[in-house]
């Protein structure tokens, strides 16, 4: 311990023992002006337009998350792709034998080939009853049997070209490809297994990764900012995501959706951020913190957070008066941004302590050494 330390600490001492007696008749002011001044660091409180900060945890959600499933049953007869692998937009991701549907293509173009000739035999027989019946060698109800007939084939070549059609959908099905760019997960059936249809379990899920969602909420009585931001703004408002608990950087992307009701359990609106992912630094599922600054036009009084002390009545600060004294006064923090503190309860231009507080007591003498800046 220092000599100056001693004799501070003394001089406290003999203060505390001269108001515990009662021949001591000194304020508690007088009293702070006998002892040593105590080494302060100030600051001014500052008017200051200030966004609306929102600080919460969101979840990284894909833009695009397709399941993959055949709407064929067949063997897998080739898997062209692997687990976790980036693929492009119609990409081949796997082969189902295609032997039985090729064949039930050409069964279908062979019953269209029939068809349609049957259909060329009636049109010529209803072509030539429609000349007898001009000229009065064939009897009406025989050239309509004959002008149905021809009807009938017309339709059953119609109906034939809807089953090639389908054929040809049902070959095409057996190349499963991408619909999307994306990644792809587990791939959970391989070469040999028979899949169907009705299957529940899908062969994968496609992600999308170039553009990715943050979801998160706020309460439903601070959207008010934010819905009047979005309504007076000429851009979109900014909103920042890093990887939590990761040295990760913030990553900036845009507020694109508000849920149009809030949740009755917990009072909270759903939002959602769309982020540029090129660079893969966000993935689907991941835990980020979210960043929401809200313009604002209101100009509130800050002070640096660090000036600010608690106590069983709640936040104060102690305020420099008369260039040398030390006042305790009862504040109200609205809330804190950054390093910052916005505040109620002292006035613009005011010195508050930012450094020495917990040696003071209300009106310590005090020495300012410096004034740091909020």
Not at 36 to 44: D, F, Q
Not at 59 to 69: C, N, P, R
Not at 77 to 106: M, N, S, T
Request: charged residues 15%; hydrophobic residues 45%.
């Amino acid at each position: 311990m220092n000599l100056s330390y001693r004799k501070l600490s003394a001089a406290w001492l003999a203060i505390a023992i001269c108001l515990a007696s009662s021949g001591c008749s000194r304020s508690s002011a007088q009293v702070s002006r006998l002892a040593p001044a105590i080494p302060v660091v100030t600051s001014l409180v500052q008017q200051r337009t200030l966004p609306t900060t929102f600080n919460v945890v969101g979840t990284v959600e894909s833009t695009g998350s397709v399941t993959l499933q055949s709407r064929v049953d067949g063997q897998i007869a080739q898997v062209f792709v692997k687990d976790g692998q980036e693929v492009a937009a119609g990409q081949k991701l796997l082969q189902i034998d295609p032997a039985l549907y090729a064949l039930q293509l050409r069964m279908a173009q062979a019953t269209l080939a029939r068809d349609e000739a049957l259909l060329e035999n009636a049109r010529s027989k209803a072509n030539h009853g429609e000349t007898l019946l001009a000229q009065h060698y064939l009897a009406q109800d025989d050239y309509t049997q004959l002008k149905t007939s021809m009807d009938v084939a017309a339709a059953t070549v119609e109906q034939d070209k809807a089953s090639l059609d389908t054929a040809r959908l049902q070959l095409g099905y057996t190349t499963i490809t991408a619909p999307v760019a994306g990644k792809i997960g587990h791939i959970a059936q391989q070469v040999g297994n028979t899949i169907h249809v009705t299957g529940q379990t899908p062969l994968t899920t496609l992600n999308v990764l170039d553009d990715v969602d943050v979801s998160f909420a706020l309460p439903e009585d601070q959207l008010a900012p934010v819905r009047a931001a979005i309504s007076s703004a000429h851009a979109s408002l900014h909103v920042t995501a890093t990887a939590v608990g990761a040295q990760s950087p913030q990553i900036t992307g845009d507020l694109t959706f508000i849920d149009n009701a809030a949740d009755p359990a917990t009072g909270t609106i759903r939002l959602r951020a769309r982020f540029d992912n090129r660079r893969r630094e966000l993935w689907p599922g991941q835990l980020v913190d979210v960043v929401l600054d809200v313009p604002s036009t209101q100009v509130a009084l800050v002070i640096p957070a660090s000036a600010v002390s608690e106590n069983v009545q709640g936040s104060y600060v102690f305020v420099i008066k008369d260039g040398s004294v030390a006042e305790q006064r009862p504040i109200q923090v609205l809330r804190t941004t950054d390093e910052l503190a916005i505040v109620s309860g002292v006035q613009a231009g005011e010195q508050v302590v930012v450094d020495g507080q917990s040696r003071l007591i209300p009106n310590a003498h005090v020495r300012i050494n410096h004034k740091a800046t909020a």
